[in-house]
């Protein structure tokens, strides 16, 4: 008999995308002139072509690989030099971060997951509630947590609200905590922490020997030159920070796959007779030994978002998506709503009008604006009372759901 890994079963099943898709199909099989109207303002995937110069990159890279004299196999694990390098000089310049601690693979979510593998079990974990789901899922997986409750809320994690009063950015822990995932820009609410803030949590991991899992896959989307980048420009960060990053939400790469994780060789944990082991060794070997490389062309495709035509495309596509976000805030100031994020990040957060929960919201936008929002509640208690509207979206959609929402609430 072989026997299951039971954590699997505590995974709640009516997770946060099914449910919308469940809801959104019986709106569609029943009302067939709504469905043709729908637009889709919910999950957070980008709706805009790759930029030409990725797309260049791209073929030349299958050009080589039809030319024997050209064509490469199995890549370094790693990821190409040309890239990581490419990656430093272009988003860690003068962070101190060398090369070889940047680690190239096939998306941050597959990262941030796959990153359990090298901590130990027994670890008291923190997240925020708020949170992106694959924190919590994956540590579910892993057997970090008890059951979960009829909130999706899990024994033994450690939830940090994020609320209204702390501005979204939640307050260190009373207790001593030994992994913290944060997210800035957040997802989903949309806001960023200050460097002070930032400054606060590393000082916290240092003086608790935790470990801070950073994912930064939306800092393209930042706009306010105060707000910090990267977690390396804090001071101490080196010491006990990790960062995710994604090629999906800048330059598209959400159907072509490429993200990397940075590991300061100086970020260690500790086994069981308090040895220090650094991270940077545990996920090399791990990475070689489970990940052949992401794919040459993509890695080619990549590293052309640092051409200079490659920036000047980038940014046109985070100022489109900005400028939408721009747009989806005022149209829902206007309506009387009160918004949050979208500043700093493609995701505007907005509560929901006193004593509508945010599967109601959801309903109402659904039925009555024919347009998918993403209810708070899916991403943790504390998003109850809120929605999500993504602002990645073409132009012309996000005029007319600004128009709904306009009448939907007239
Ligand atoms: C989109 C997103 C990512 C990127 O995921 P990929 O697997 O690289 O596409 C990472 N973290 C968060 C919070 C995201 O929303």
């Not at 064509?71 to 490419?86: I, M």
């Not at 923190?126 to 979960?148: I, K, L, Q, R």
């Not at 100022?319 to 995701?347: I, S």
Request: a negative charge.
């Amino acid at each position: 008999m072989a026997s299951i890994n039971a954590n699997f079963l505590k995974l709640k099943a009516g997770y946060l995308f099914p449910e919308i898709g469940r809801r959104v199909k019986a709106f569609t099989d029943s009302n067939p002139e709504g469905a043709a109207k729908l637009i889709r303002c919910g999950i957070g995937d980008v709706t805009e072509p790759l930029p030409e110069a990725v797309r260049k990159a791209m073929h030349e890279g299958v050009d080589e690989q039809g030319d024997a004299a050209t064509f490469k196999g199995y890549g370094p694990e790693q990821g190409y030099e040309f890239l990581r390098q490419a990656i430093v000089d272009n988003q860690f310049a003068d962070l101190g971060i060398s090369a070889d601690e940047v680690f190239i693979s096939d998306g941050s979510k597959c990262d941030t997951g796959n990153i359990l593998d090298i901590f130990g079990a027994g670890n008291t974990i923190a997240v925020t509630d708020p949170v992106y789901p694959v924190y919590v899922d994956t540590n579910v997986m892993a057997g970090n947590t008890g059951e979960g409750d009829a909130n999706g809320a899990y024994e033994g994690l450690v939830y940090l609200p994020c609320t209204a009063e702390n501005g979204f950015v939640a307050d260190l822990p009373k207790e001593k905590v030994d992994l913290i995932y944060l997210c800035f820009p957040n997802n989903p609410t949309g806001t960023v922490a200050t460097r002070e803030q930032l400054k606060a949590w590393v000082d916290y991991a240092k003086a608790n020997d935790s470990i801070i899992l950073f994912d930064a896959a939306y800092e393209a989307f930042i706009q306010d030159p105060e707000i910090p980048r990267s977690i390396f420009e804090i001071e101490g960060a080196k010491d006990c920070c990790l960062e995710f990053r994604s090629f999906s939400k800048n330059g598209g790469f959400t159907g072509v796959r490429c993200a990397y994780t940075v590991i300061p060789k100086s970020v260690t944990g500790s086994t069981p007779d308090g040895t220090r082991i650094p991270l940077h060794q545990l996920w090399s070997r791990r990475h070689s030994t489970k990940f052949n490389g992401a794919s040459y062309p993509v890695q080619k495709g990549a590293a052309a978002v640092f051409s200079a035509e490659g920036k000047a495309q980038v940014s046109a596509l985070i100022e489109g998506y900005m400028t939408n976000a721009k747009l989806l805030r005022e149209a829902c100031q206007t309506a009387g709503l009160t918004v949050f994020g979208g500043e700093n990040a493609p995701y505007v957060w907005v509560a929901c009008p006193e004593g509508v929960s945010s599967w109601d919201m959801f309903d109402k936008m659904l039925n009555e604006a024919n347009v998918v929002i993403t209810p708070g509640a899916g991403f943790g208690s504390a998003g109850e009372g809120y929605f999500r509207i993504s602002a990645f979206n073409s132009r012309k959609n996000v005029e007319e759901v600004c128009k709904r929402i306009a009448a939907a609430f007239a």
